[in-house]
């Protein structure tokens, strides 16, 4: 039975997820059990191509992404792929007819990656938007069921906080992105000198956004807020965490939010959760 497939090719996904983000696989486990697999579908894809773009050094990323771009688009459209993950997600974006303009500007921020090395104002905000923001729609179709209007209200939000996220991402590999490819995402900065100035203007942009999301959650469907409002605690916990460091302690280290930390985050969101105060 063609079931049979679909049901592994989503596994595989759930797989992909949770080997590349414990914090995210850990979230979309307290989603409502109806969410958690087209979220685990999205990931998977986006976990992918971005591997492409950050790891395959000693292959041709080029033809690589090209590649993927094309198998995409075609598993969209056929309804069926045989790379599990790819069927996966056309399964997700077919379901809930997710806008295809959203992969459109996934893929073309996964494209600049593959050459642009240093982002202005403008290229950075083009980026973040397709590289994050976009996810976020994404993942409120799921959220939103069809419903358009609900979709509509709440799609500023969903954008603030794929950004946020993605900015965390950005403060928290630094070293990795400066050392080993030669990135500079946020426009401006100089890693070789970069001042407690800097570092508090990139932390004033990603508070605003993060400010933005929370009002959006708080209006999310009661089977998504919850594990919505996780892992916004966990990436909260993780800026605030940086936000404490020197500016040359960012650089120098990959920063991360213990387990029992990740424990508490969960538990004090939970009774929250319970007493209605999300």
């Keep these: ?129 397709g590289s994050a923001e976009v996810v976020g729609l994404m993942c409120l179709y799921v959220f939103c069921e069809g419903k358009k209007e609900l979709y509509d209200k709440l799609e500023y939000s969903a954008r603030a906080l794929g950004a946020a996220f993605q900015k965390v991402n950005f403060l928290r590999d630094i070293k990795a992105d400066y050392n080993g490819m030669s990135r500079v995402y946020f426009p401006g900065c100089d890693f070789a000198n970069f001042t407690e100035k800097d570092k508090q203007e990139i932390e004033e942009d990603i508070q605003k956004d993060f400010k933005e999301a929370f009002e959006g959650i708080r209006q999310l469907p009661m089977k998504a807020r919850f594990g919505v409002y996780v892992a916004y605690k966990y990436y909260l916990s993780l800026f605030k965490k940086i936000k404490r460091l020197q500016p040359a302690r960012v650089l120098d280290a990959r920063i991360r939010i213990p387990d029992y930390r990740k424990a508490m985050i969960v538990f004090r969101a939970g009774v929250k959760n319970q007493l209605r105060l999300i």
């Design 1 to 129: 039975m063609v079931q049979l497939f679909h049901t592994t090719s989503e596994n595989c996904s759930r797989i992909v997820t949770e080997n590349y983000s414990t914090s995210f696989s850990s979230a979309i486990r307290m989603l409502h059990k109806d969410l958690r697999t087209p979220i685990f579908n999205i990931y998977g894809f986006v976990r992918f191509a971005d591997e492409i773009v950050d790891t395959f050094h000693d292959y041709d990323k080029q033809t690589l992404l090209a590649q993927f771009r094309k198998d995409t688009y075609d598993a969209i459209e056929r309804g069926i792929s045989l790379n599990p993950v790819l069927n996966s997600f056309q399964r997700t974006v077919n379901e809930f007819k997710i806008d295809l303009k959203l992969v459109d500007a996934f893929f073309h921020s996964m494209e600049m990656d593959l050459d642009k090395k240093c982002y202005d104002s403008k290229g950075y905000k083009e980026y973040i938007y």
